[in-house]
């Protein structure tokens, strides 16, 4: 399959740097926000997106995140509004990777069929979906790679080396390396037990390896980056567009304070391998 994933990850490797992966969830604060929001992440410094489908049941996300969630369902925000958004998206960039990652019930209730038809239609390249395991794979998965989208899986500490090639069987586009168990937000206590996860990974695969939970300043990015071939962040980012609102509202400042962050965080990842 070709989707936008493995160029832009070779593309960050020619630079001698990891790739910056940025999430956001889709509608929050509201749609018009998260659209232009969206729309500003390249320049900022992302090279590829993550882009959230809000559900009201998350079991793997921290305070941030389920409160981006929670922001994004209050505002109306659907499964079909989120598809709308890449498709968007995808009118003035046609270079740049995006990843939907969330649970499974929404895109069982829309259809899987008609999910990833109409995924593949709006410009998406791949699918992190972290409630459905390697044993599931004819639910979802299978179906996602004969679309020609990536299906990216994650990995954690707790995954060894017994289990860690039923998880990557049929992972593509690149391996999400959670740093630590637990929720997304929490705070990295072991860099380099990280580093020695990811060359542990890359020894059963040929994928790229990002690694997310836990990064949240330049500092992380560029300690992490060095032994990564990504930088995931998310919660910090919901954190900081949070920071931003009024009464729930987004401001005039709201846009700025994503993209203030994430070109610092592009900076770290430039001068992770310096």
Known sequence: MTTRIPARFAACAAENRPALVTFIMAGDPDLDTAQAI??????AGADVIELGMPFSDPMADGPGVQAAGQRALKSGQTLKKTLGMVEAFRKTDNATPIVLMGYYNPIYIFGVERFLEAAKTAGVDGLIVVDLPPEEDDELCIPTLEAGLNFVRLTTPTTDDKRLPAVLANTSGFVYYVSMTGITGATIKNHAAVGTAVKRIKGHTDLPVAVGFGIKTADDAARIGADSD???????ICNALADSLVDGKPTAHSVAAVTDLVADLASGCRRARA
Do not use: K, W
């Not at 969206?38 to 320049?43: H, R, S, W």
């Not at 990504?230 to 910090?236: Q, W």
């Open 38 to 43: 969206l729309e500003a992440l390249p320049a």
């Open 230 to 236: 990504g930088v995931v962040v998310g919660t910090a």
